[in-house]
C-alpha cells in the first residue's frame, strides 16, 4: 500500500523497546509453526508481521519448528512450510527445531524438580482434568503432589528410560492450585509417548507439553518479541513462571488476532478432514485456504503480502471477507498478468467475405497496463473463428453491445464485423453466425470511420488449441461454516469446482508455469502443475469482478 500507515501496537512496543535500549536494542523474533500440516492464510498473517516486524527494525527471526508431537508430525509438512516461508519471500536466520532442545529441556525439568516446582504424577487423565476444579472452585492436590525430590528425581528418569507405557505417568509444574488462571493449576510438562520422532527417531519416549517447550525454546535462542495469537493469553503466565524460576533469558510474549476469513476454516484438523475424506484432492487443492493451494490456484506472494498489510494488527478477533483477498490478487494480476483469448463456451462465427484459405498475423499486447505493453505475441486470423455463445443474441435488447442480427463489433485486435445471419439446429441451438468484415477497420490502422460499442475475443479455429480449464469458485456456500449447527462439510459449496474444454489462442499452448494470464473478459488464470504440453490445463485464479457481491 502506497499510503503512510499508523503503526500497529506490536510496532509501538518494539519501537519503545529500541528507545529504551531493551536488549541492547535487538529484535528477535521467530515463527514457531507445528509441522502437522500445511500452513493456511493464517500463518501467512503471522509470517508476515513476524519476519515484517525483524525486517523493518533490521532484526532477525528464526523459523522453529515446534515438533514436540511425534504422532502427528512429518518431514513432509517440515519441507512444504519451508517452502511456503520462501515463496513468501522471507529469509530465517536460523533453521531450529524444539527437538534441538530435548536435552535442554530435560534438564530444565530436572532443575525444576531439585527445586521442589515439579512432580511426577501417576494419576489418568481423567483423575487429573477432576482434580483441577473450575474457575470458581480450587483445585484439589493430587495424591502425588508430595513426593520427594528423591523419588521424582528417580520416577522421572525412569519415566526417560521407557520404563512406563504411554500415560502411566506425567510430570507436572507444582504451582497453585487455587490460582483464578487454570493453566497454572499444576500443568503438566512432560507426557510419554512411545513413538518414532521425525528428528530424533526413538531416543525419547517422553516428551514436553507444548507450555513447557515453547517459553525456553525462545529463551534459548534469546527471542526479544514471541509473537502469539490471543488464544495464548491464558497462557503467559505460566511462560513467564517457568523463565522464572528457572531464571533463563526473559523472553516475553505479546498476543495479537488470528484471521478468520469467510467462506472456508482455518482449523488444520478440519482441513486434515477435508484432504482425508476426498472432499478436496489434496493439501494444494485451489480451493484450499493453504499457501500452497493458493500459490496453485495463481495467487502471487506479493498479493497475500497487500493482503496481510490491509487488513493489518489488531487485540480484537473479526472476520475478514474472502472479496477482499480477491480484490488484492485483482489488483497485482492487473499489473503483470500477460492478456491471451480463450474461448470457454464456443459457437462457430463465419467471416462470409473473407477470402476462403487466406489467413493473416494479429499482433497483440501482453499488458496493455504497463508502458510498451510488455512486449507482444502474434495472433493468427482466419476466416473461421470461434466466439462465446453468451455473446450473441437472437433478439438482442437495447443496451446488448455484442452481436445479433444487424448489430456491429469489433473482434478485438482485429476488424468491424457485421451479423447477417445465423444457423440453428433441429433443438433451435445456435450452431452457426455468419458475419461480413470490414477490411478498413483493421485494429491499428481503422479507416472506415465506423464506431462501435463492443469489443469481443474470439480464437481462429484452423489455428485453435484445447485446454481443460477449471473453474474454482468458494469452497463453502455460507460465510461461516465452522460456527454453523452440525456437520461443517454439510456447507461445502457443490460448485467450487468445474471443468470445461476450451479453446485457446495458440501462444496459450506454451504458457510459463507460474505465470498469471488475463483470459480477455473471462478472468485471471494460471497454468497447473498437472499441465502438460500435450494437454495444458489452466485454472481460473479468480473473476474479473466481484460476482459474489451480487449474490
Known amino acids: 500500500m502506497s499510503e503512510e500507515r499508523s503503526l500497529n501496537f506490536l510496532e509501538e512496543i518494539v519501537e519503545e523497546d529500541i528507545r529504551e535500549g531493551k536488549n541492547g536494542g535487538r529484535i528477535h523474533t521467530r515463527f514457531p509453526p507445528e509441522p502437522n500440516g500445511y500452513l493456511h492464510i493464517g500463518h501467512a498473517k503471522s509470517i508476515c508481521l513476524n519476519f515484517g516486524l525483524a525486517?523493518?527494525?533490521?532484526?532477525?527471526?528464526?523459523?522453529?519448528?515446534?515438533d514436540t508431537n511425534p504422532v502427528t508430525?512429518?518431514?513432509?509438512?517440515?519441507?512444504?512450510?519451508?517452502?511456503?516461508?520462501?515463496?513468501?519471500?522471507?529469509?530465517?536466520a536460523n533453521e531450529l527445531y524444539a527437538s534441538d532442545y530435548f536435552d535442554q529441556i530435560y534438564a530444565f525439568a530436572v532443575d525444576l524438580i531439585r527445586k521442589g516446582l515439579a512432580y511426577v504424577d501417576d494419576s489418568t487423565?481423567?483423575?487429573?482434568?477432576?482434580?483441577?476444579?473450575?474457575?470458581?472452585e480450587p483445585?484439589?492436590?493430587?495424591?502425588?503432589?508430595?513426593?520427594?525430590?528423591?523419588?521424582?528425581?528417580?520416577l522421572f528418569e525412569e519415566m526417560k528410560a521407557g520404563k512406563y507405557p504411554d500415560g502411566a505417568k506425567v510430570l507436572r509444574a507444582k504451582i497453585d492450585l487455587a490460582s483464578p488462571n487454570m493453566h497454572l493449576r499444576d500443568p503438566l510438562m512432560y507426557r510419554i509417548k512411545h513413538a518414532h520422532h521425525h528428528r530424533t527417531g526413538d531416543k525419547w519416549c517422553i516428551y514436553p507439553m507444548y507450555d513447557f517447550a515453547h517459553g525456553q525454546s525462545d529463551s534459548i535462542e534469546h527471542i526479544t518479541h514471541s509473537v502469539c495469537t490471543l488464544e495464548f493469553i491464558p497462557h503467559r503466565a505460566l511462560y513467564d513462571w517457568f523463565i522464572e524460576?528457572?531464571?533463563?533469558?526473559?523472553?516475553?510474549?505479546?498476543?495479537?488476532?488470528?484471521?478468520?476469513?469467510?467462506?472456508?476454516?482455518?482449523?488444520?484438523?478440519?482441513?486434515?478432514?477435508?484432504?482425508?475424506e476426498n472432499h478436496v484432492e489434496s493439501w494444494d487443492d485451489p480451493r484450499m485456504p493453504t499457501i500452497s493451494g493458493l500459490r496453485r490456484r495463481g495467487y502471487t506472494p506479493a498479493s497475500i503480502r497487500e493482503f496481510c498489510?490491509?487488513?493489518?494488527?489488531?487485540?480484537?478477533e473479526n472476520i475478514i471477507d474472502l472479496s477482499l483477498l480477491e480484490f488484492c490478487?485483482?489488483?497485482?494480476?492487473?499489473?503483470?498478468?500477460?492478456?491471451?483469448?480463450?474461448?470457454?463456451?464456443?459457437?462457430?462465427?463465419?467471416?462470409?467475405?473473407?477470402?476462403?484459405g487466406d489467413g493473416e498475423i494479429l499482433h497483440g499486447e501482453n499488458n496493455p497496463e504497463v508502458e510498451g505493453g510488455e512486449g507482444g505475441r502474434d495472433i493468427p486470423f482466419s476466416r473461421e473463428l470461434y466466439i462465446e455463445r453468451e455473446d450473441f443474441m437472437e433478439v438482442a435488447p437495447k443496451k446488448f453491445f455484442r452481436l445479433g442480427p444487424g448489430l456491429m463489433v469489433r473482434l478485438k485486435n482485429a476488424y468491424i464485423i457485421k451479423c447477417e445471419d445465423f444457423v440453428k439446429d433441429a433443438e433451435g441451438n445456435i450452431t452457426e453466425i455468419h458475419c461480413t468484415y470490414i477490411p478498413e477497420s483493421k485494429s491499428g490502422s481503422d479507416t472506415s470511420g465506423i464506431n462501435v460499442k463492443g469489443t469481443i475475443h474470439w480464437v481462429s479455429v484452423p489455428h485453435a488449441k484445447t485446454a481443460e480449464v477449471r473453474l474454482y469458485d468458494r469452497l463453502f456456500k455460507v460465510e461461516d461454516p465452522a460456527s454453523e449447527e452440525g456437520d461443517f462439510k454439510e456447507y461445502l459449496n457443490p460448485d467450487s469446482l468445474q471443468i470445461i474444454t476450451a479453446y485457446i489462442e495458440p501462444d496459450l499452448a506454451t504458457a510459463i508455469p507460474g505465470k498469471g494470464y488475463q483470459f480477455i473478459r473471462k478472468g485471471y488464470f494460471t497454468l497447473d502443475k498437472h499441465s502438460t504440453p500435450e494437454k495444458p490445463v489452466f485454472n481460473r485464479t479468480?473473476?474479473?469482478?466481484?460476482g459474489w457481491a451480487k449474490k
Do not use: C
Not at 257 to 266: E, K
Open 55 to 66: 525486517q523493518k527494525y533490521n532484526g532477525l527471526t528464526n523459523l522453529r519448528f515446534d
Open 73 to 92: 508430525e512429518d518431514t513432509e509438512y517440515v519441507e512444504s512450510i519451508k517452502e511456503d516461508v520462501k515463496w513468501l519471500g522471507f529469509n530465517w
Open 125 to 136: 487423565a481423567e483423575e487429573i482434568a477432576s482434580q483441577k476444579g473450575t474457575p470458581t
Open 139 to 154: 483445585g484439589k492436590p493430587s495424591e502425588y503432589r508430595s513426593r520427594s525430590v528423591e523419588e521424582n528425581l528417580q
Open 245 to 276: 524460576e528457572l531464571q533463563i533469558f526473559p523472553s516475553h510474549q505479546y498476543e495479537f488476532a488470528r484471521l478468520n476469513m469467510t467462506y472456508t476454516v482455518m482449523s488444520k484438523r478440519k482441513l486434515l478432514q477435508l484432504v482425508k
Open 309 to 316: 498489510e490491509r487488513i493489518g494488527i489488531a487485540k480484537r
Open 329 to 356: 490478487i485483482r489488483e497485482d494480476l492487473n499489473k503483470t498478468a500477460w492478456r491471451r483469448m480463450a474461448v470457454l463456451d464456443p459457437v462457430k462465427l463465419v467471416i462470409t467475405n473473407y477470402p476462403e
Open 542 to 546: 479468480v473473476t474479473l469482478k466481484d
